[in-house]
């Protein structure tokens, strides 16, 4: 199993431009998040889906969109990107259920916005 | 509101000294508490979970529901547990989201 696999690994936009970051997951899991990890800040959760069609915003969603038309993949889109956005972006997954279990994270996206 | 808090940025150590990584958190109903790491230049992973009561790598975190604390402890650090660890306590129900901390940066000094 891959695991988790994210791309691209580093992205510099310029404000204003849009992109998407990938991610997908080979574990059948039906729980996928995205976080954005910023120094001091520890991770804060911007989109998460507890199953194919079904998306929920986190801490911090605006500026992003996100779709999970399949239980594999999850990407996250940037409309429109601002030097805020700057950050490292962790894509995570785990097992369905009531309770927290254990996720399984990406390797990480380095975007800058200048 | 759910809230944890890591009060150290930074906790530096000498090799063989212990260790003990502050996370209090603030939760309603019963949380299960979790603590990850994240080595350099590799991606965050599962240390240990508080339902588990085991020991991984020499770290142990005993659930003080009382004082609401989930503190890390290792009582001989090695230069290997250099690391960032996140506190994360999660809710059943919900999304089951976690919440992290700010993370503290262990560094373990020869």
């Known amino acids: 199993n891959a695991g988790v696999t994210q791309t691209p690994k580093f992205q510099v936009l310029k404000t204003g431009q849009s992109m998407t970051l990938q991610c997908a997951q080979d574990m059948n899991h039906e729980y996928m998040s995205w976080y954005r990890q910023d120094p001091g800040m520890g991770l804060r959760l911007i989109h998460y889906?507890?199953?194919?069609?079904?998306?929920d915003q986190g801490e911090v969603p605006n500026g992003y969109n996100v779709s999970r038309s399949t239980t594999e993949d999850f990407p996250l889109r940037l409309l429109s990107a601002a030097p805020s956005q700057t950050s490292v972006y962790f894509c995570?997954?785990?097992?369905?259920?009531?309770?927290?279990?254990?996720?399984?994270f990406g390797p990480g996206t380095r975007l800058t916005v200048l | 509101a759910q809230r944890v808090t890591q009060p150290e940025k930074l906790l530096s150590v000498f090799k063989g000294a212990p260790v003990e990584l502050k996370c209090n958190y603030s939760y309603s109903g019963s949380p299960e508490l979790f603590w990850y790491v994240q080595y350099s230049r590799q991606r965050l992973q599962l240390l240990l979970r508080?339902?588990s009561r085991e020991s991984i790598k020499g770290f142990t975190a005993d659930l003080n529901k009382g004082e609401t604390s989930f503190h890390l402890k290792k009582p001989f650090a090695q230069e290997e547990d250099s690391a960032m660890y996140y506190c994360a306590p999660g809710t059943a129900g919900g999304g089951n989201k976690l919440t992290f901390g700010t993370g503290t940066q262990l560094k373990v000094e020869l």
């Open positions: 889906s507890v199953g194919a069609g079904i998306t």
């Open positions: 508080h339902i």
């Open positions: 995570a997954s785990k097992i369905g259920g009531a309770n927290p279990n254990e996720q399984f």
